[in-house]
Structures are given as C-alpha cells and as structure tokens.
Nanobody
C-alpha cells in the first residue's frame, strides 16, 4: 500500500517561498509508470492541480502557477518537494501530495493534507 505524508511549515509570510515535502512509503518514486503530484484546495473552493513529477523525472506544471512553482525529488530519501515562491494570502490552502498510476483516471493515493496559511 502506497502511503504519502506531507510535511512543512503551516505558516508562511507574504512574499516568501513555501516549501513542502512529500514522504512516500510502500513504493519507490522511481517505480515506472507512477506520477507524483501536488494539489491544493483553497477554503471554499475545489481542488487545484499544481504540478506533477513522473517516475522518470519529467516535470509538468500548471500553466497558471508555472512561474512560481518548482517540483523536485530525492530518490535516495524517496520524497518529492514543492516550492511555491512569492506567496500571497491567496495561496492559503490545504496542500496535498497525491499519486496515480499510468492509466488511472484519478489519483490512486493521497496524503492527509497540510494546511498552509500566509500571513501579511
């Protein structure tokens, strides 16, 4: 069973960079045909995809956030990270890491989510 766990600060100041890590167990992040993603949900809104890194290391970003988003991975630690720069209060959300297998139409695995608040 694949398990994901987000970690990182719950409070970030405006204009700073948000950094979150997703620790993965039950599967290697280099296992072929897996895609590892970051998704967020602002209060009162739906889920928003931020970006994905494939098992092969290819990275895909949401066009609307591409200029501020960076996703990377550390296979030795079996984790992948999200960095979101120049945050504003609009970036307040619950941030999730999620994974899906190639061919899945939805995410197969989710982390529990971590609340991030942006202070003035």
């Amino acid at each position: 069973q694949v398990q994901l766990q987000e970690s990182g600060p719950g409070l970030v100041k405006t204009s700073q960079t948000l950094s979150l890590t997703c620790n993965v167990s039950g599967a290697s992040i280099t296992t072929p045909y897996y895609y590892w993603s970051w998704v967020r949900q602002p209060p009162g809104k739906g889920l928003e995809w931020l970006g994905t890194i494939s098992s092969g290391g290819a990275i895909y970003y949401s066009p609307s956030l591409k200029s501020r988003t960076s996703i990377s991975r550390d296979p030795a630690k079996n984790q992948f990270t999200l960095q979101l720069s120049s945050v504003t209060p609009e970036d307040r959300a619950v941030y999730y890491c999620a994974a899906r297998r190639r061919g899945s139409l939805q995410y197969d695995y989710w982390g529990q989510g971590t609340q991030v608040t942006v202070s003035p």
